[in-house]
């Protein structure tokens, strides 16, 4: 059964730094990408950063590109997103979501998830 588990949500200031974490089992990771994805109140899923499990390629979204990091683990079967300079509006629910992917750029798109985990709440207030 494939699981996805966030981890490392907070409260954190504006300017502070969090990591989060996706442990993923139950499917060969080789094949697969995994994304961060989050979602504000009264807004739409949207893609953040995604890494292809086998290479290492990354992807980010404009608006975290530089102030965010996504990297993977694969002996822990695990991908991190280490985000610093946070600012108010990276408040959301972050989940991780992966699907079997083989092109070279991971994609952002949350039409193409197959599992999602269950979210992990970010806020940034001070």
């Known amino acids: 059964q494939v699981q996805l588990v966030e981890s490392g949500g907070g409260l954190v200031q504006p300017g502070g730094s969090l990591r989060l974490s996706c442990a993923a089992s139950?499917?060969?990771?080789?094949?697969?990408?995994i994304g961060w994805f989050r979602q504000a109140p009264g807004k739409e899923r949207e893609g953040v950063s995604s890494i292809n499990l086998s290479d290492g390629n990354t992807n980010y979204a404009d608006s975290v590109k530089g102030r965010f990091t996504i990297s993977r683990d694969n002996a822990k079967s695990t991908v991190y997103l280490q985000m610093n300079s946070l600012k108010p509006e990276d408040t959301a629910v972050y989940y991780c979501g992966a699907q079997r992917w083989r092109m070279v750029v991971p994609p952002l798109r949350t039409n193409v998830v197959h599992y999602w985990g269950q979210g992990t709440q970010v806020t940034v207030s001070s």
């Open positions: 139950g499917f060969s990771l080789g094949s697969y990408a």
